[in-house]
């Protein structure tokens, strides 16, 4: 299986070392391509390659939530996974979420095999 190519998306480059290393972790092949916020990623974003987006909520420039929305009014990256790992816990902030498309939520601190089971999910749904 080819690895996977996944958009990291968070201010904190400390945050995307460690999902890098998770995702290695859990037995993932992963070609990650990092992005430090919202416009930052929607440079990055190659929707010819790109096969998931993990990504952050609060971030300077363009935060989490605007950057999804781009993503899904995008014919070209609409069909992109998105997982939103995020210190918003609160029913409100994870119903806007998939509201904006989002297709699943991880509340950090989160674990290796928590993102595993996450991610199986979405990308059995793509
Ligand atoms: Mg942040």
Known sequence: MAALKVLIVDDSLVMRKLIVKSLKE???????????DGKDALRKLDPKTVNLIISDWNMPQMDGLSFVKK??????????PIIMLTTEGSMAKFEEALNSGVDDYITKPFTPDKLKKKLEKVMGKS
């Open 26 to 36: 859990v037995g993932f092949e992963v070609d990650p391509i990092e992005a430090s």
């Open 71 to 80: 993503v899904r009014e995008n014919k070209d990256t609409k069909r992109i």
